[in-house]
């Protein structure tokens, strides 16, 4: 499934991320800080820092192309390690385990996932699933690091909140942190830290804003207008763990770097629709309006979920998309997209000029849930196109044979008019011969 996010990826070996903001990453300084972990060795390395990230990768002896594809995986560990080794608070390791020479370590730590970052925190184990990026693994790994639960004291903090619409976000208000029902808040953040963010003010005028009742939380889900108030408080840590896993799948979500390869995996059926809108842009902003209000209409439907992704974000796999989907991707598109074989129906947009309404929009992606557009109708025209080639070949094949039988009766009836002549030839050879017995008797007498 992760053939339509890696594309281009391997082929440049970039080793920072697709996106034009971010971290700036120096230039490796030449200084080895990844480990290569073995059996002998795994434990007190482990043990000498907070945090440990090991790439569990398969073995390439023999393989000159995977060979030079792990060279600059790890070189991309090494940028991130080089920029973490100057944090104060935590200390980060980097560690490589090949899936062949270190089976046992793998077996010991639970790696079961072959290509796969792993990141050993505070007796928790994370898999990342994001690129193989320096600044998007070191983006990650500060959040990582932080609190499950951030705090907002302020306006300025309450406002940086409110800008985070695109991802899931919850907020509380508790007494303070020696709550007990901050502690279940709390104890539930870490089940999803760092993918899920969670928040939680001690201020009533903070909360008076937040539409907050003490003790209460709300779950905001990407780009949705309103939070939804989880009911039932005062909350245990299970009540919130279980809310979350039922809303957890977003109407619309944006494809991030760090999480691009969890979301593409997380289909409906083997299916996404997919959207594809520049924000910055006048038109990719307008579209993308318009998909909110769809999705906003319709977050209720369990069915319904939007993947958007901004070009700007994966420049590099943008000849990679147009190719794939045969689509232009300067101006916005929407389409249904099979995850396994990459088949692809797009909404036609013919008039740039004009976005879609949100009703046409919402009408096209009926016709996608009911199953009137399906990438798959491609595959059952080639399968029918097949089967009547298959019909014709066999056609063919018994027209021959008749031609074969005709020509053998054809031989056939060549053979008997040759029996013929010869009989007719005998017959007349001895008719002559009785004449001329005849002839000779009447000469004699």
């Given at each position: 499934?992760?053939?339509?996010?890696?594309?281009?990826?391997?082929?440049?070996?970039?080793?920072?991320?697709?996106?034009?903001?971010?971290?700036?990453?120096?230039?490796?300084?030449?200084?080895?800080?990844?480990?290569?972990?073995?059996?002998?060795?795994?434990?007190?390395?482990?043990?000498?820092y907070d945090v440990m990230v090991i790439y569990y990768h398969r073995n390439v002896e023999g393989d000159r192309g995977a060979m030079k594809q792990l060279q600059i995986e790890e070189l991309a560990l090494e940028l991130a390690a080089q920029v973490l080794d100057e944090l104060e608070d935590e200390?980060?390791?980097?560690?490589?385990?090949?899936?062949?020479?270190?089976?046992?370590?793998?077996?010991?730590?639970?790696?079961?996932?072959?290509?796969?970052?792993?990141?050993?925190?505070?007796?928790?184990?994370?898999?990342?699933?994001?690129?193989?990026?320096?600044?998007?693994?070191?983006?990650?790994?500060?959040?990582?690091?932080?609190?499950?639960?951030?705090?907002?004291?302020?306006?300025?903090?309450?406002?940086?909140?409110?800008?985070?619409?695109?991802?899931?976000?919850?907020?509380?208000?508790?007494?303070?942190?020696?709550?007990?029902?901050?502690?279940?808040?709390?104890?539930?953040?870490?089940?999803?830290?760092?993918?899920?963010?969670?928040?939680?003010?001690f201020d009533p005028k903070i909360a008076k804003k937040l539409k907050l009742k003490l003790n209460e939380v709300d779950f905001y889900e990407p780009f949705m207008e309103e939070p939804v108030t989880i009911p039932g408080k005062p909350y245990i840590e299970s009540d919130i763990i279980e809310f979350?896993?039922?809303?957890?799948?977003?109407?619309?979500?944006?494809?991030?770097?760090?999480?691009?390869?969890?979301?593409?995996?997380?289909?409906?059926?083997?299916?996404?629709?997919?959207?594809?809108?520049?924000?910055?842009?006048?038109?990719?902003?307008?579209?993308?309006?318009?998909?909110?209000?769809?999705?906003?209409?319709?977050?209720?439907?369990?069915?319904?979920?939007?993947?958007w992704i901004d070009p700007d974000d994966f420049p590099l796999l943008v000849p990679y998309w147009e190719k794939t989907f045969g689509i232009d991707l300067s101006s916005p598109q929407i389409g249904v997209v099979d995850v396994a074989d990459a088949d692809s129906v797009w909404m036609d947009m013919?008039?740039?000029?004009?976005?879609?309404?949100?009703?046409?929009?919402?009408?096209?992606?009926?016709?996608?849930?009911?199953?009137?557009?399906?990438?798959?109708?491609?595959?059952?025209?080639?399968?029918?196109?097949?089967?009547?080639?298959?019909?014709?070949?066999?056609?063919?094949?018994?027209?021959?044979?008749?031609?074969?039988?005709?020509?053998?009766?054809?031989?056939?009836?060549?053979?008997?008019?040759?029996?013929?002549?010869?009989?007719?030839?005998?017959?007349?050879?001895?008719?002559?011969?009785?004449?001329?017995?005849?002839?000779?008797?009447?000469?004699?007498?």
């Amino acid at each position: 499934m992760k053939i339509l996010l890696l594309g281009l990826y391997f082929s440049f070996g970039t080793l920072l991320s697709y996106g034009d903001q971010g971290l700036e990453i120096p230039e490796y300084d030449g200084q080895d800080r990844v480990h290569t972990l073995t059996a002998k060795n795994y434990k007190s390395i482990m043990k000498s820092y907070d945090v440990m990230v090991i790439y569990y990768h398969r073995n390439v002896e023999g393989d000159r192309g995977a060979m030079k594809q792990l060279q600059i995986e790890e070189l991309a560990l090494e940028l991130a390690a080089q920029v973490l080794d100057e944090l104060e608070d935590e200390d980060i390791g980097f560690g490589l385990v090949d899936e062949k020479k270190a089976t046992a370590v793998a077996k010991k730590l639970g790696l079961d996932e072959v290509e796969s970052i792993y990141i050993f925190a505070d007796n928790e184990i994370i898999e990342y699933d994001g690129e193989l990026a320096a600044d998007t693994l070191v983006e990650f790994l500060y959040d990582v690091i932080e609190n499950p639960v951030e705090v907002i004291d302020n306006d300025r903090e309450l406002k940086g909140f409110f800008n985070m619409d695109d991802v899931i976000r919850l907020v509380g208000y508790f007494k303070n942190e020696r709550s007990p029902h901050f502690i279940e808040y709390d104890d539930a953040a870490e089940e999803f830290h760092p993918f899920v963010k969670f928040y939680a003010t001690f201020d009533p005028k903070i909360a008076k804003k937040l539409k907050l009742k003490l003790n209460e939380v709300d779950f905001y889900e990407p780009f949705m207008e309103e939070p939804v108030t989880i009911p039932g408080k005062p909350y245990i840590e299970s009540d919130i763990i279980e809310f979350i896993e039922q809303h957890e799948r977003s109407t619309l979500r944006k494809l991030q770097p760090h999480s691009m390869y969890e979301i593409w995996e997380d289909d409906i059926d083997g299916e996404h629709i997919v959207a594809f809108a520049e924000e910055d842009d006048p038109d990719g902003f307008e579209f993308l309006e318009i998909l909110k209000e769809v999705a906003q209409d319709n977050t209720d439907n369990p069915n319904l979920s939007i993947i958007w992704i901004d070009p700007d974000d994966f420049p590099l796999l943008v000849p990679y998309w147009e190719k794939t989907f045969g689509i232009d991707l300067s101006s916005p598109q929407i389409g249904v997209v099979d995850v396994a074989d990459a088949d692809s129906v797009w909404m036609d947009m013919d008039d740039q000029d004009d976005m879609p309404t949100s009703d046409e929009l919402e009408q096209w992606i009926e016709d996608v849930l009911s199953g009137k557009i399906d990438p798959d109708d491609d595959d059952e025209e080639d399968e029918e196109d097949y089967d009547e080639n298959d019909d014709d070949d066999d056609d063919d094949e018994e027209d021959d044979e008749d031609d074969d039988d005709d020509e053998d009766d054809d031989g056939d009836d060549e053979e008997d008019d040759e029996d013929d002549e010869e009989d007719d030839d005998e017959e007349d050879n001895e008719d002559d011969e009785e004449d001329d017995d005849e002839k000779d008797e009447d000469e004699d007498e």
